[in-house]
């Protein structure tokens, strides 16, 4: 993977990504994702040993969605996630230029794991005070070092949560799972027909008709990112 200068908007962040991590201690990563470079986004990251992430690496699939539906997310998210076990508190604020759209997202995951952990035991001793329902952790938000990692983990979610395997599907059934991987962003990757195409057992000219016809039926407005990762394609 060849790593490309970094631009003077990415540049100028670097000290605001520091600061942060400084800031807020070891417990903290700070995370800087280039849109631009998808799928290698993080441009620089302080403290990646919370998620085992470190430049040149990929955004998770909660990224890949937000992008998808750009229009339509929060530009300053809050919310809770886990990863191997952790308690992340997490918040994303997505970067856009003068026209507005996304060329960046800058993330801190805050590990509240100990925190968490003593706020229950002081809760047994009082039996009062308890985690908020706010901050119930999101089941399984992917950090992974590989972009085939991350689209590998969105394909095992969806065929979970419909409690099928390809074999068994119909055609109906592997459009609804190619529908729900175009709704969370996973066509937004290069080359992430091929993997769905291999995982669902279709040709990718196959995913490329669903993804065609899952388009212009629902008028969704593609995110630019997405019609270069498919090469173009509708």
Do not use: W
């Amino acid at each position: 993977m060849v790593k490309h200068p970094l631009g003077e908007r990415m540049q100028a962040l670097l000290p605001i990504v520091q600061g942060l991590a400084e800031m807020f201690g070891p417990d903290c990563e700070v995370v800087l994702h280039d849109v631009a470079e998808l799928p290698h986004s993080i441009v620089a990251i302080e403290n990646g040993a919370v998620t085992g992430r470190t430049v040149g690496d990929v955004p998770t699939d909660r990224m890949l969605r937000n992008l998808r539906s750009a229009d339509e997310t929060q530009d300053v998210r809050l919310y809770i996630s886990s990863h191997d076990g952790k308690i992340l508190k997490s918040l994303a604020v997505t970067l856009r230029d003068e026209d507005g759209e996304p060329f960046g997202l800058l993330g801190l995951n805050y590990d509240i794991s100990d925190v968490v952990q003593a706020q229950r035991t002081l809760a047994n001793f009082t039996a009062v005070g308890r985690l908020g329902s706010g901050a119930v952790p999101e089941s399984g938000e992917i950090f992974a070092g590989d972009i085939r990692d991350v689209v590998a983990g969105m394909i095992t979610k969806i065929l979970n949560e419909m409690g099928r395997t390809p074999g068994a599907m119909s055609r109906e059934e592997k459009m609804e799972v190619v529908k729900r991987l175009e709704e969370r962003g996973a066509f937004l990757v290069k080359r992430s027909a091929e993997q769905v195409a291999e995982a669902l057992d279709l040709s990718r000219y196959t995913i490329f008709a669903y993804l065609k016809e899952i388009r212009h039926g629902d008028g969704a407005t593609v995110h630019p990112a997405a019609r270069r990762s498919s090469g173009g394609r509708p």
